[in-house]
């Protein structure tokens, strides 16, 4: 069995900063991609950012500049710091993990539960 478990989220003010972080855990042999989305009430759920194994990173033009995603491979944990934080913020933030469970087996796309982020004053 494979989780993924998001922590950090709250209520902010505007203009705050919150880190969240997402740990995976069980048997895992690789984790290739991983990645931050969010799902405001009524919307759909959409990117935020994205990062490889290897580091490299994606992210939506909305939190270029605000939002910095990073991992550490040896703890299966990444991490999405966001600053500079707005009212259309304020969403569920799921993580995503692309995840291999054996050598030269499929990859198997794993979510976590979600964790509330409220941007208000």
């Known amino acids: 069995q494979v989780q993924l478990v998001e922590s950090g989220g709250g209520l902010v003010q505007p203009g705050g900063s919150l880190r969240l972080s997402c740990a995976a855990s069980?048997?895992?042999?690789?984790?290739?991609?991983m990645g931050w989305y969010r799902q405001a009430p009524g919307k759909q759920r959409d990117l935020v950012a994205t990062?490889?194994?290897?580091?490299?990173?994606n992210y939506a033009d909305s939190v270029k500049g605000r939002f910095t995603i990073s991992r550490d491979n040896a703890k299966n944990t990444m991490y999405l710091q966001m600053n500079s934080l707005k009212p259309e913020d304020t969403a569920v933030y799921y993580c995503?993990?692309?995840?291999?469970?054996?050598?030269?087996?499929?990859?198997?796309?794993?979510w976590g539960q979600g964790t509330q982020v409220t941007v208000s004053s």
């Open positions: 995503n993990a692309e995840i291999k469970l054996v050598p030269r087996g499929y990859e198997y796309s794993y």
């Open positions: 990062i490889t194994s290897s580091g490299s990173t």
């Open positions: 069980g048997s895992i042999f690789s984790i290739n991609a």
